[in-house]
């Protein structure tokens, strides 16, 4: 069981995403649930459009989920972990680790030198699709003599190199979609070696699995096209073909592809935004599998336990934001006061409602109030606001439906007395006692619970949606519950 090997191969062309992540826990907690092992292998050989910065992004997202691999590189060095170092294609490369499996592949007769032309390829296309032809490579290299070849090279042409193809039918039983089956005889030798001396995708990629010993290949279906040709790659070199198992697509609500315009949907948006890595465990492993129990709720050790590509389904996965929401809330309840309020300091800090020196035993207080309604991280800037600093007053809303602004102004009044005559020594009450001091003030002129208690909130928070007034007045300063409502019942007059 544990010569079980998976590999998360992202290109650093951009920033980590929930796409990338799924790919990544599926193939990491498969490894673990198999006692495997967990390979990061970064595919930077496209110089032009990979950077050091997403690939310590991707380094950084996956660490911040905890997707901890077991080679690769190693974050903020040039040092790998592993016996199949380097973790980098370009470095592969560089070594020549690539040379030898072109030079076999030549010296078996399964590879050749193509000089085609970029003109004379587009000219097969053109007569292929004349004759309603699909496009492919003719071959036309394929049986190149000697002298054509001294004339080519005589005329100074590049060349690529090609795989020698045959026409076979190509069958694998892919772990998630079932029995796949290609007919070789409809594919054209595909280029493996550009002219530059750069091996391509399909190739390097074969390439590192099988020096890499990887056993399985977990990766989304967009890869399947790429299958039957890595496959050809593997039975021309003599090896043995690992697993494949193609994950569904995730598609947007309405059951579009995703892409740009669907919105950054990157781990550091999220991250920024705040959702926690358990809710972004916990959506990602949804994205396509479950249990078949009714449970949705699942611990990222949880998954480890559970986790079976047997349960992962053929149809497309949904991204559903609201799902997300709803998941983040669940673990937002499921952390301790402690967690949750350092969870939300950055946010009430880069809001400028604290700073440095803030009361952490107050900010404790006012998040106990809230947790219960945030689905969100960031959302505690707009839900305690007014914990930290005035809002804008609007007298109307003072006013609650069949009350009148003379039953709201004397429900107010009533309340500011109540408070003001209760000693700073025995303050705050609590929350039963604070709701009985405003039925005192309510039955001082027999008046109804909107003309007091509504009012009250509206004046403390400036918000129609809050915790309850008397839960407010243990959390605010005696001294800024008596302002707010001062200045309230001044707005009515």
């Not at 951009?14 to 970064?42: N, P, Q």
């Not at 996956?62 to 040039?78: K, Q, S």
């Not at 170092?85 to 030079?103: H, M, N, S, V």
């Not at 129990?293 to 336990?305: A, D, N």
Request: net charge neutral.
């Amino acid at each position: 069981m544990n010569n079980i090997r998976l590999r998360f191969p992202p290109s650093p062309t951009g920033k980590f995403h929930i796409g990338s992540a799924r790919t990544a826990l599926f193939s990491y907690l498969y490894a673990r649930k198999m006692g495997g092992t967990f390979v990061l292998r970064l595919e930077d050989t496209d110089q032009s459009r990979s950077t050091k910065e997403f690939e310590e992004n991707i380094m950084e997202g996956m660490e911040w989920l905890g997707l901890n691999w077991d080679e690769g590189p190693i974050p903020g060095t040039n040092k790998y972990k592993g016996d199949f170092a380097p973790y980098r294609q370009i470095e592969r490369f560089r070594e020549g680790l690539y040379q030898p499996y072109i030079d076999k592949l030549f010296k078996e007769d399964r590879a050749y030198y193509c000089y085609c032309t970029p003109e004379e390829l587009e000219e097969e296309k053109k007569a292929q699709a004349e004759k309603k032809e699909a496009p492919k490579y003719t071959g036309k290299c394929r049986e190149c003599s000697k002298e054509k070849i001294e004339q080519y090279e005589k005329e100074g042409r590049s060349k690529v190199v090609r795989l020698r193809l045959n026409p076979e039918i190509i069958k694998y039983k892919d772990i998630i979609k079932g029995d796949i089956e290609f007919d070789m005889a409809l594919y054209g030798d595909p280029v493996i070696v550009r002219s530059d001396g750069m091996p391509l995708y399909n190739f390097v990629v074969v390439v590192d699995d099988l020096t890499m010993k990887i056993t399985h290949v977990i990766r989304g279906e967009d890869h399947i096209s790429n299958t039957p040709i890595q496959i050809a790659i593997y039975k021309a070199l003599g090896a043995g073909v690992p697993e494949f198992g193609h994950l569904p697509l995730t598609l947007t609500p309405d059951k579009k592809k995703m892409s740009k315009r669907f919105g950054d949907i990157s781990i550091d948006k999220y991250k920024k935004e705040g959702y926690l890595k358990e809710a972004l465990i916990n959506f990602a492993a949804l994205l396509g599998w479950s249990s078949g129990t009714e449970q949705e709720i699942y611990s990222k050790e949880e998954l480890e336990k559970v986790f079976s590509l047997a349960r992962v389904q053929k149809s497309n996965a949904i991204f559903d934001v609201e799902r997300l929401n709803w998941l983040n809330g669940v673990w937002i309840r499921k952390l301790s006061l402690d967690r949750i309020t350092a969870e939300c300091i950055p946010y009430l800090k880069e809001a400028k409602l604290i700073n440095d020196d803030f009361d952490r035993i107050y900010v404790e207080k006012v998040i106990s109030l809230v947790k219960e309604r945030l689905k969100i991280l960031s959302e505690v800037i707009d839900l305690t606001a007014y914990f930290f600093k005035d809002l804008v007053l609007n007298p109307e809303k003072l006013v609650f439906r069949k009350s009148t602004i003379e039953t709201t102004k004397q429900g107010l009044e009533d309340v500011i007395i109540l408070f003001e005559d209760t000693p700073m020594s025995k303050w705050p009450l609590n929350v039963d006692e604070m709701n009985n001091l405003m039925n005192e003030a309510k039955n001082m002129h027999n008046l109804s619970n909107g003309d007091v208690f509504w009012p009250v909130r509206y004046a403390l928070s400036f918000s129609e949606a809050s915790p309850s007034p008397a839960e407010l007045l243990t959390v605010l300063p005696k001294e800024v519950s008596l302002k707010r409502l001062k200045a309230a019942l001044k707005s009515l007059s």
